[in-house]
C-alpha cells in the first residue's frame, strides 16, 4: 500500500494495483477488464482517493481487493444498493459497481433496476459469462434456453433476460456493450462510462474458461466476428461485415441487413444517435440479437443527460438550508407546544 | 371536593386525582386526532400524561363495522403516572361497534358517553348487536349519557356552507368540546391546531371550530352531564415541557446525534408500520443535513445506509420485525466490515406480517441471534416514548465509538404513545467524537483495533493515501486483507465478540427500584417500564419485599446485571413475548427466573403486574414456612 498521496497528473495503471494476488482462473477473461479499468481510470482526471469500487458476490465481485482505490466487497446483490448510498452522501466521489450476470441480474435485479431508474451516478460495469462460476457452473440468468449445466443435466428451462434491454427498460441513462476480448473497445467504452454523469451501465460479454468457454465467439472469433458484430459510432450509418458492405435499414418497422458494394451505401441505412431523447431506437438496438441474421451491437447504445439521483438529494438539503437557514437544535427540540413547570420549592 | 359552576349553577365541579378517557369510533371518524388533541390541551395545561393509540391495520375497514373501530385512551392526572391507565373511567363510543368492542374493557361504575344518532339498526346489526344496548341491560353498570351528537353537530353548522357529509365530520370535534367542558379544558390549543392545519380551507376551520365551541356549550347547558371535574396540574420535575410520542423522539434523538456529532445523518428506509413515522419526521429535517432515502425494499434500505456509513455518515435504517429478518445479511456485513450502523426496530405483533399496529416485544432473540455465525452486536431498549430520545443518542454514540451496528428496539407501544417530555438543554449534552483518521507516516491499517474500545478506524473515501478494502470475507487481523487462515478467523471472532462486551465501561450501573435484596426482584425492558414501576411502587406501599430494574441495555448487559440477580430469591420477568429475555437471563447467569407473559398486541396493565408479583411472592413464602418446618 502507497504511503504517498499520488498527485493526480502522474497516475497510472500501477497506481491503481493493489498489492493483493489476483486469484481468478488462468486465461479468464476478467484479467483483461482489470488492466484495461486499471489503464483507464488514469485517464479520467480523478483522483485515486475519490474512487471507490463496491461489489456484491461472484467472480467478477473480488474485482475490488485487486483495485488500489477505496473498495467495498459487499453481499450477493446488494451493490447497487450499497453504493446507492455512498453515493448520495458523498457525491464527490466516483462510485463503480463490479457485479456479474447471477449477482446483478438474478438476487440482485431489484436493486439493479432501481439504481438505474433513480439516475444514481453510478457506473455499473456488469461481467456477463452467461454461468455462475464461483459456485462451479450452474446456469446463470442470461445462460440460453437449454443449456445443460451442473443444475441443468437435461438443459434448462428459463428463458434467459437480456441485461441491456433490461437497463434500458429501467431507464438507464447509459447504456454500453463490450467485450473481454477487444482491449481498445473496452476502452473506448469504459472511459465514456467513466466520463458519463449518471447511471451507466456496461455489459461486457466476460469468457469462463472453466465453465462455459467460447461462449461469445459471434464478437471474439476473429474469422466471423466483423460479420456477426457491428460497433456503433455516433452519427455514422449502421454498417459491418469483413469488407464493410453490410449495413441495416427499417423496413417497415424491422431492422433489416442490406448488401451494397463497399464505399458506396445506400443513403437509407440507419444511422447511429446515443443521445436520442426518446429511447426507441436504443431499445432495437438491444432487440437485434433476437432477429436471425443481424449482428450483436458493441458500443454505446445511449447516453442522454439528466438531473441525478445524488444531485438532487443534496440540492434539496442545500435548498433547505438556504430557504430555512442551516438547523437550530435548541429551536427545534423546543418546537411545538410547551410549557413550563415552576420550582415550587 | 365539590363546588357549583359559575356559567351554570346547576352544574358541580369535582377534584379528581387522575382519569382514563378512551375515545373510540369507526376508522373514519377522527378518534386518533381526537385523542391527539385532548392529550396535547391536557399536556399544556401542566397534568402528567400517558396515551394508548390503538387502531386497525386497515385504513378504512367497511364503516361501522367491528374490525374497523379505531380507539385513543390516555391517562392525565395530577400525580405522576407511567402508564396509559389499566381500565377506562369515561368512554366515547361513536358507534354500536365502537361500544361493543370497547365496552368490556371498562370498570362498572364509569362513564359511558354514546352517540345515539349512530345507534340505527343497519348499525347496530353491522356489529352484530341482536337487541340495541342502549335499551336493553347491556349498560346497567355505566353512567350512560345518551347524546345525539351528529344532530346537534349538524344543528350547530347550519349556516355554514359545506356539505353535509363535510358538517358531519365534524362531529368528533362536538365530542371533544363536550369533554373539554367536562375536565374543564381550554380550546385555545386545539382552536390555534385546526387554524393551521386547515389552513386552506376558511370554512372548515369555521366549522369544526365552532363544533368544538358548541360540543362544550352543550355540555355545559343542557341538563344531560351534571358534573364535571378537575384535575390540577401534575408536580412534575421543575423544567420546559413538550408532548412527544416515541417515534418523534427517536427522530429527534437522531438529529441531536448528527448535530452533537457534526456529522450528516442519512436515514434509508422502506414504509413499514409502525416505523414509518420517523421516516415522515426525519425527511423533514434536510436543513439539518439530513438526508432520507425511501429504499425499493428493505435490503436495500440497510444496504444505503451501510454505504453512506462507508463514506462517513452516521447510517441508519428503521424498519419492523418482518424487515429486519430481511436485513439480516446485511447487519452481518455491517458485523464484519465493522462500519458503525443503527438499526431502529419498532416492533410489532408478529410472526410474518402478525399485527401490524399492535404491539409486542418478540424480537428480542431476532436482534440477539438472528443472523448467520458467531455475530454479536449492540442492542439497546428505550423503555417510555421520552426515553426514546435518550437511547437513541446512545444508539449513535456506541455506533461510532465502537465501530459496530446498534440494534434499537422500541415497539409500537412506545412509537405512538406519548408522555410530557422534559426539553434537554441542547448545551449541556455531550458532544459526540467523530474521528477520521489521515495519512500518516505510518502505514495504514485498516484492521488496527484501538486498544480500549476495539474499534478499528474508520478511514473513508476521499481521503488520499489511506486507499483500503474491506468486504464480508473473513478479515486478517490488524491488515484487513482477505484471510481463510484457521487460528485467524477464530480469532477474528473472539474480537468481534470481546469488542461489543468493551461496550460495558459506557453502560451506566442499573438502579434497583426498591431494596437492594429481598423476595422477588422483578426484571423488565422496553416499554414494560411504566406498568412494572406502578405496580412495584403500589405493592411496596403495601409493605411487600419486591424491588425492580429495568433493563434499556440488553447487549452488552449492565455490569451489575449478575449481582443484583443474585440478591433476591425469585426473579420474575414479565414481557410481551413467550419469555425471550428470560430465557436469555438462565442462559447467562443460570438463575431460575419466572416468566409473565401477554402477547395479545397490547401493553400490560398494572393489576396483570401486580397479579404476578403477587403469586410469587406468596409461592416464596409457601416455600420460606415449608423450610422453616422442616
Avoid at chain 1, 136 to 162: A, C, F, I, M, R
Avoid at chain 2, 413 to 431: F, H, K, R, T, V
Avoid at chain 2, 476 to 481: A, F, L, R, S
Avoid at chain 2, 610 to 620: F, N, P, R, V
Wanted: charged content about 20%; aromatic content about 8%; hydrophobic content about 40%.
Amino acid at each position: 500500500m502507497s504511503l504517498e498521496v499520488v498527485k493526480n497528473e502522474k497516475l497510472t495503471r500501477k497506481d491503481f494495483t493493489s498489492d493483493q494476488d489476483v486469484r481468478w482462473c488462468p486465461g479468464c477473461g476478467d484479467y483483461a477488464i482489470l488492466a484495461t479499468l486499471q489503464n483507464v481510470l488514469p485517464q479520467l482526471g480523478i483522483p485515486r482517493e475519490k474512487y471507490a469500487f463496491i461489489s456484491g458476490i461472484g467472480c467478477s465481485s473480488r474485482f475490488p481487493y485487486y483495485m488500489e482505490t477505496y473498495g467495498f466487497h459487499t453481499i450477493h446483490g446488494r451493490a447497487p444498493a450499497i453504493a446507492t448510498g455512498l453515493k448520495a452522501h458523498r457525491p464527490d466521489l466516483s462510485v463503480w459497481v463490479i457485479t456479474g450476470d447471477g449477482d446483478a441480474l438474478s438476487i440482485g435485479g431489484n436493486h439493479l433496476i432501481h439504481a438505474l431508474r433513480r439516475n444514481v451516478d453510478l457506473k455499473i460495469i456488469l461481467f456477463n459469462n452467461r454461468i455462475y462460476g464461483l459456485t462451479k457452473g450452474q446456469y446463470s440468468p442470461t445462460s440460453e434456453y437449454g443449456k445443460k449445466t451442473k443444475s441443468t443435466p437435461y438443459g434448462s428451462v428459463d428463458y434467459p433476460l437480456n441485461p441491456t434491454a433490461l437497463a434500458l427498460a429501467a431507464e438507464a441513462t447509459f447504456v454500453a456493450r463490450t467485450h473481454d476480448t477487444d482491449i481498445k473497445h473496452m476502452t473506448e467504452v469504459l472511459k465514456a462510462a467513466g466520463e458519463h454523469k449518471g447511471s451507466a451501465f456496461v455489459e461486457i460479454y466476460q469468457n469462463c474458461v472453466i465453465f462455459n468457454d467460447n461462449a461469445f465467439t459471434q464478437v471474439s472469433d476473429k474469422q466471423t466476428r466483423d460479420d456477426l458484430s457491428i460497433k456503433l459510432a455516433d452519427g455514422k450509418p449502421l454498417i459491418f461485415g469483413k469488407e464493410l458492405n453490410k449495413g441495416i435499414k427499417l423496413n417497415q418497422g424491422s431492422m433489416e441487413v442490406v448488401s451494397f458494394e463497399a464505399d458506396s451505401p445506400p443513403d437509407d441505412l440507419m444511422v447511429h444517435h446515443a443521445t436520442k431523447d426518446d429511447s426507441v431506437y436504443a431499445h432495437l438496438l438491444a432487440r437485434m440479437e433476437e432477429i436471425p441474421g443481424l449482428p450483436v451491437p458493441l458500443g454505446v447504445f445511449r447516453a442522454i443527460q439528466k438531473s441525478t439521483y445524488d444531485e438532487m438529494v443534496q440540492a434539496q438539503v442545500q435548498d433547505a438550508i438556504e430557504k430555512t437557514g442551516p438547523g437550530d437544535m435548541e429551536k427545534l427540540l423546543n418546537s411545538g407546544d410547551t410549557w413550563i413547570v415552576e420550582n415550587k420549592a | 371536593m365539590t363546588t357549583h359552576s359559575e356559567a351554570n349553577p346547576q352544574k358541580k365541579t369535582e377534584e379528581l386525582e387522575s382519569v382514563v378517557i378512551r375515545f373510540a369510533g369507526d376508522s373514519g371518524d377522527g378518534m386518533q386526532l381526537t385523542g391527539g388533541q385532548f392529550t396535547n390541551t391536557s399536556a399544556v395545561l401542566g397534568n402528567d400524561i400517558s396515551t394508548l393509540p390503538d387502531f386497525p391495520a386497515e385504513i378504512r375497514a367497511p364503516a361501522g363495522s367491528l374490525p374497523g373501530v379505531s380507539a385513543f385512551q390516555l391517562n392525565f392526572s395530577s400525580s405522576e403516572i407511567r402508564t396509559p391507565g389499566d381500565q377506562p373511567d369515561v368512554l366515547i363510543a361513536m358507534n354500536p361497534a365502537a361500544l361493543k368492542t370497547n365496552i368490556k374493557d371498562v370498570h362498572h361504575g364509569a362513564i359511558v358517553i354514546i352517540n345515539e344518532d349512530a345507534f340505527i339498526p343497519r348499525n347496530l346489526e353491522r356489529a352484530n348487536y341482536e337487541s340495541n344496548p342502549l335499551e336493553d341491560d347491556t349498560l346497567k353498570n355505566y353512567r350512560v349519557y345518551r347524546i345525539p351528537i351528529s344532530t346537534l353537530n349538524q344543528n350547530a353548522l347550519v349556516d355554514i356552507d359545506i356539505s353535509g357529509k363535510a358538517k358531519d365530520r365534524c362531529k368528533n370535534f362536538f365530542a371533544l368540546g363536550m369533554m373539554y367542558w367536562m375536565y374543564e379544558r381550554p380550546l385555545d390549543v386545539t382552536i390555534e391546531w385546526i387554524k393551521k392545519k386547515f389552513a386552506k380551507n376558511e370554512l372548515v376551520v369555521e366549522a369544526n371550530i365552532k363544533a368544538l365551541k358548541a360540543g362544550f356549550h352543550y355540555a355545559e347547558t343542557a341538563e344531560v352531564i351534571s358534573t364535571h371535574y378537575k384535575i390540577q396540574p401534575a408536580q412534575l420535575k421543575p423544567g420546559k415541557y413538550r408532548n412527544i410520542m416515541g417515534n418523534e423522539a427517536t427522530a429527534l434523538g437522531l438529529v441531536t446525534a448528527s448535530t452533537l456529532a457534526k456529522t450528516p445523518l442519512v436515514y434509508a428506509s422502506y414504509p413499514i408500520t409502525p416505523a414509518s413515522d420517523i421516516l415522515h419526521e426525519l425527511s423533514k429535517r434536510k436543513n439539518f443535513g439530513v438526508k432520507t432515502l425511501q429504499c425499493e425494499d428493505e435490503i436495500a434500505a440497510i444496504g444505503a445506509a451501510i454505504g453512506a456509513a462507508f463514506g462517513g455518515s452516521i447510517g441508519l435504517t428503521g424498519t419492523s420485525g418482518p424487515g429486519l429478518a430481511l436485513k439480516s445479511e446485511a447487519l452481518n456485513l455491517a458485523i464484519i466490515v465493522e462500519l458503525p450502523l443503527i438499526v431502529l426496530n419498532i416492533q410489532r405483533g408478529g410472526p410474518s406480517t402478525g399485527l401490524p399496529t399492535k404491539t409486542e416485544q418478540s424480537d428480542l432473540l431476532q436482534a440477539m441471534f438472528g443472523r448467520n455465525g458467531d455475530s454479536p452486536l449492540a442492542i439497546l431498549a428505550p423503555c417510555t416514548p421520552g426515553d426514546c430520545f435518550h437511547m437513541a443518542l446512545e444508539a449513535v454514540k456506541i455506533a461510532v465509538k465502537y465501530m459496530t451496528p446498534v440494534i434499537f428496539l422500541s415497539d409500537g407501544y412506545l412509537a405512538n404513545g406519548s408522555e410530557p417530555w422534559m426539553i434537554p438543554d441542547y448545551q449541556s449534552l455531550d458532544p459526540i467524537e467523530v474521528k477520521h483518521p489521515q495519512l500518516t507516516s505510518e502505514k495504514f491499517l485498516p484492521y488496527l483495533r484501538n486498544e480500549s474500545t476495539l474499534a478499528r478506524p474508520w478511514a473513508i473515501p476521499g481521503t488520499p493515501g489511506l486507499e483500503h478494502r474491506i468486504g464480508g470475507l473473513e478479515k486478517e487481523d490488524v491488515t484487513g486483507n482477505v484471510s481463510y487462515d484457521p487460528q485467524n478467523h477464530e480469532k477474528m471472532t473472539h474480537l468481534r465478540a470481546a469488542k461489543i462486551q468493551a461496550i460495558t465501561q459506557d453502560i451506566p450501573d442499573l438502579e434497583v427500584l426498591g431494596k437492594p435484596e429481598g423476595d422477588v426482584l422483578v426484571v423488565g425492558w422496553g416499554s414494560t417500564y411504566g406498568a412494572i414501576y406502578s405496580a412495584v411502587e403500589k405493592l411496596q406501599k403495601q409493605g411487600a419485599s419486591v424491588s425492580s430494574i429495568h433493563l434499556r441495555y440488553l447487549n452488552p448487559f449492565p455490569k451489575n446485571l449478575e449481582s443484583i440477580l443474585g440478591s433476591f430469591r425469585r426473579v420474575l420477568v414479565p414481557e410481551m413475548n413467550m419469555g425471550q429475555l428470560a430465557m436469555i437471563l438462565r442462559a447467562k447467569y443460570l438463575i431460575d427466573c419466572q416468566t409473565l407473559n401477554k402477547v395479545q398486541g397490547q401493553p400490560f396493565k398494572i393489576s396483570e403486574i401486580t397479579a404476578g408479583i403477587e403469586k410469587l411472592l406468596s409461592s416464596t413464602h409457601e416455600v420460606k414456612n415449608v423450610a422453616r418446618s422442616r
